[in-house]
């Protein structure tokens, strides 16, 4: 489906934003010109821009016009979770996206994790083990393992994301552990991550994360082809 006007000028105005064209601070142009700019009505204009003040992009005062917001990324990964929740995103989509993120974080972990973290990824660890017999359990331990490496990073984009990824995948993950049964494999990774991150070795973090969602990764692909086949 084609997007209305409203959302086209919506979208360039919020790419504007995003690319700093428009910085916090700054005035939009006036209705009239930001009209004559996109070639649309002024109530489709007004439509577009009541879409970025609800958001928390811009603020509008009145008899002042219309400023762009500094906005942190909390404002940005609230727009994007509800349309990528929208999306038919499968489990090996999502692995991969993990790998990707995944790996540098346990490599910022290993360099910036606080007693704390290391306390909280330890107790995690203890329930990853405590639960290998029931794989529901073991997959809510297991996402909350990782979520927590990615906390230990001390950057908040990463955290915000394994919290997202966490709401998409926990129930497909659990059915996919349940079918594969006893996770030994993953428990030692997650020792050897954790070893890493104590003992404030990045590069061996992040080696030990990466092998570990590889393996996962050609496990899901097995999951996958085999639940195709079924269905």
């Known amino acids: ?11 360039q105005l919020l790419k504007m934003i995003i690319r700093r064209e428009l910085k916090p601070g700054d005035r939009l142009p006036s209705e009239m010109v930001l009209c004559d700019q996109m070639g649309v009505s002024r109530n489709t204009l007004r439509a ?34 509800p349309a990528l929740l929208t999306h038919n995103v499968n489990l090996l989509e999502v692995m991969q996206f993990r790998k990707g993120i995944e790996v540098e974080a346990a490599r910022l972990a290993a360099a910036n994790a606080t007693d704390e973290d290391i306390a ?18 073991f997959a ?17 984009m990463f955290k915000k ?22 996770d030994v494999d993953s428990t030692f990774y997650h020792e050897m991550v954790l070893r890493c991150i104590i003992e404030g070795k990045p590069e061996e973090a992040a080696f030990f ?20 086949k079924n269905n």
């Open 1 to 11: 489906m084609a997007a209305t006007l409203v959302e086209q000028v919506y979208n």
């Open 48 to 81: 577009a821009l009541n879409k970025l003040d609800a958001l928390g992009f811009t603020v509008s005062r009145q008899g002042g016009g219309t400023y762009v917001k500094e906005v942190d990324s909390d404002v940005y990964l609230n727009f994007f979770v």
């Open 120 to 137: 909280e990824l330890s107790e995690l660890l203890e329930h990853c083990k405590e639960n290998l017999d029931e794989m529901e359990r």
């Open 140 to 156: 809510q331990s297991n996402t909350d393992f990782h979520t927590a490496v990615a906390k230990a990073s001390h950057n908040m």
């Open 161 to 182: 994301m394994m919290e997202i990824i966490r709401m998409m995948i926990l129930t497909e993950m659990q059915n996919f552990l349940v079918a594969q049964g006893e």
């Open 209 to 228: 994360m990466e092998r570990h969602l590889t393996l996962v990764i050609k496990r899901v692909e097995k999951y996958v082809k085999r639940e195709t």
